[in-house]
């Protein structure tokens, strides 16, 4: 480990892109600098980083990018941008020595793993404390899914892309948000980023409009007058306003969520419990904890009792990507 180097971490996203740039001091990182950028303002990841260093000097020892999208031998289509990213390029484009792509939910998985009590809500106050697998999962602009494998001795981050499975309805009300997915995506495969994400708040708050649950509020229509972003108004006028249509669209947003999170502690078989990251779940915490949450996710029939005694974790701390990103960075100069 090469005390003094200089790393580059980056949280790379539909929405926004965070790079920061670090010391290693011993085996501790110190962040110099930070920066966001609008993804969409960018035709790949290169200009951003070009962006970020401009002239700086020395060039950093070595780059680790969480990117949404699956990553393959160095390279990434993203899933919710028009990007190809490789290793090669950047390192090519920027004199970076060593640079790596992780997928988004990979590194953030690292992330949740190193934060303090502190930035971590229990949701379940039956939780017994065990070790091993920990699945995580996250809603933002996209729904990511990964696992914390426990070898016995240690964790390790595995990527998936367990968002983009079939979402399964377990109520009428689910069904007919189902069918209502499948109408506006012209398919039979509808899956939980449809829901379980930005975007997904507005299709499920558009499904329960257009079944009459409740009116648009004049203040919901002022704020897309704004050019506010739809999930975002949804979240805000459910929490502080108390909006009908968006109280209720929130309460079948966590209740899915809940459900998937089930479902993907079972898939890891996660005895160390739950970790949930993503920019929605903390946000609208309030929703998190009223209970909607953990009744879907411990409503699992024969394996209820069991899911009942999973720790499950919403994590406060919104830059767990880039720390895993960055934690992923030290390793590449060891």
């Given amino acids: 480990m090469k005390t003094g180097a200089l790393l580059l971490a980056g949280d790379i996203g539909g929405t926004k892109t965070k790079?920061?740039?670090?010391?290693?001091?011993?085996?501790?990182?110190?962040?110099l600098r930070e920066d966001v950028y609008k993804s969409i303002h960018y035709d790949g990841l290169g200009g951003i980083v070009i962006e970020?260093?401009?002239?700086?000097?020395?060039?950093?020892?070595?780059?680790?990018?969480?990117?949404?999208?699956p990553v393959s031998d160095g390279q990434c289509?993203?899933?919710?941008?028009?990007?190809?990213?490789?290793?090669?390029?950047?390192?090519?484009?920027?004199?970076?020595p060593i640079v790596r792509l992780l997928n988004d939910l990979q590194a953030m998985a690292i992330g949740l793993s190193k934060l303090p009590p502190e930035e971590?809500?229990?949701?379940?106050?039956?939780?017994?404390?065990?070790?091993?697998?920990?699945?995580?999962?996250?809603?933002?602009?996209?729904c990511g899914e990964a696992m914390l494998y426990w070898d016995g001795k240690m964790h390790h981050a595995i990527a998936t892309e367990g968002g983009h499975t079939d979402f399964a309805p377990n109520t009428r009300e689910q069904e007919g948000l189902l069918r209502s997915l499948r109408i506006k995506f012209g398919g039979g495969h509808v899956s939980y980023e449809r829901i379980l994400s930005g975007s997904g708040?507005?299709?499920?708050?558009?499904?329960?409009?257009?079944?009459?649950?409740?009116?648009?509020?004049?203040s919901f229509r002022e704020a897309m007058l704004d050019g506010e972003d739809p999930g975002k108004i949804i979240g805000r006028l459910a929490l502080e306003e108390n909006d009908p249509l968006c109280r209720e669209t929130l309460r079948l947003f966590v209740r899915v969520y809940g459900a998937e999170a089930g479902n993907w502690a079972l898939k890891?078989?996660?005895?160390?419990?739950?970790?949930?990251?993503?920019?929605?779940?903390?946000?609208?915490?309030?929703?998190?904890?009223?209970?909607?949450f953990m009744a879907s996710f411990r409503d699992k029939?024969?394996?209820?009792?069991?899911?009942?005694?999973?720790?499950?974790?919403?994590a406060l701390n919104q830059d767990a990507g880039l720390l895993?990103?960055?934690?992923?960075?030290?390793?590449?100069?060891?």
């Fill in 19 to 31: 790079l920061a740039l670090y010391n290693l001091v011993g085996d501790r990182l110190e962040i």
């Fill in 52 to 69: 970020f260093l401009g002239d700086s000097n020395p060039v950093p020892n070595a780059a680790c990018f969480g990117i949404a999208g």
């Fill in 77 to 96: 289509r993203t899933t919710n941008l028009p990007w190809f990213v490789e290793e090669t390029e950047i390192s090519n484009q920027t004199g970076i």
């Fill in 120 to 142: 971590l809500v229990e949701l379940n106050p039956d939780a017994q404390t065990a070790v091993g697998n920990i699945a995580v999962i996250a809603a933002g602009t996209g």
């Fill in 201 to 218: 708040l507005y299709n499920t708050y558009q499904y329960l409009a257009e079944e009459r649950v409740a009116p648009e509020s004049p």
């Fill in 268 to 292: 890891s078989l996660a005895h160390g419990g739950v970790l949930i990251g993503g920019g929605i779940a903390a946000k609208i915490l309030p929703a998190i904890t009223n209970g909607d």
């Fill in 301 to 314: 029939g024969r394996f209820s009792d069991w899911m009942s005694t999973l720790s499950v974790k919403v």
């Fill in 324 to 334: 895993g990103a960055a934690q992923h960075a030290v390793k590449l100069i060891a």
